[in-house]
């Protein structure tokens, strides 16, 4: 199928080490959001990109986080220096519009997201 | 932080009844979806339903948004086991530039057989 594809599925990670989740959109679509859903949560926002341009980061939650879509179309989310308040599901997701997340006939596509536990 | 909080949290009912939740939300909106997340799995678009809409149906879904109350509900008729799900409401900013996309806290929704 053509969706959106996450890797590692899994990961975990000892305190202190940096970690690397991919994010394949599907093909052609425009924006690309990270959320970061904690167990019982609602996914939260960490950040959005418009084609390669980051356009807001400001759910980050420190500058251990690090996203990046360089050509605009996989992106990667960088965790560094990992600690365990970072463990949670991490999903991503994309749309066909580049005026944001929802337009009114554009819904998100969510990948299954990469479960990181940080022991 | 959150935009929108769902009610009830978690919700219990036999399968063929109907399944109400509601969302409110904080700031005006430009649109509001609704999605369904499975358990360890991402979540699928069901509906959107635009600021300037009040009511929506698709299939045995129907949504409803009041922008005065800054709320909506989304209903699910005759329901089955595989609704069995959480449920999120999502947001959007009103147009002026990029629309940030939030979502609520969920609707854990337990369709017994």
């Known amino acids: 199928g053509a969706g959106v594809s996450q890797s590692p599925r899994y990961k975990v990670a000892k305190r202190g080490q940096d970690v690397a989740l991919r994010c394949d959109p599907i093909s052609g679509h425009v924006s690309l959001f990270w959320y970061q859903q904690a167990l019982g949560q609602g996914p939260e926002f960490l950040t959005y990109f418009q084609n390669e341009a980051q356009l807001d980061k400001s759910g980050l939650p420190s500058d251990r986080f690090f996203a990046e879509r360089p050509e605009g179309s996989v992106s990667t989310l960088k965790i560094q220096r990992t600690q365990q308040e970072d463990s949670a599901v991490y999903l991503c997701a994309s749309s066909l519009t580049g005026t944001g997340g929802i337009s009114y006939n554009s819904p998100l596509h969510f990948g299954n997201g990469t479960r990181l536990t940080v022991t | 932080s959150q935009q929108g909080e769902e009610d009830p949290q978690a919700l219990s009912i036999q399968e063929g009844e109907n399944a109400t939740m509601n969302c409110s939300y904080k700031t005006s909106i430009n649109n509001l979806q609704w999605y369904r997340q499975n358990s360890g799995r991402g979540l699928v678009h069901l509906i959107l339903?635009?600021?300037?809409?009040r009511e929506k149906h698709s299939g045995r879904l129907r949504v409803t948004l009041d922008t005065s109350k800054k709320s909506s509900s989304l209903l699910i008729t005759a329901s089955r086991a595989a609704d069995t799900a959480s449920y999120f409401c999502a947001t959007d900013l009103p147009p002026g530039g990029y629309q940030k996309v939030t979502f609520g806290t969920g609707t854990k929704l337990q369709v017994i057989p």
């Open positions: 339903i635009r600021s300037n809409e």
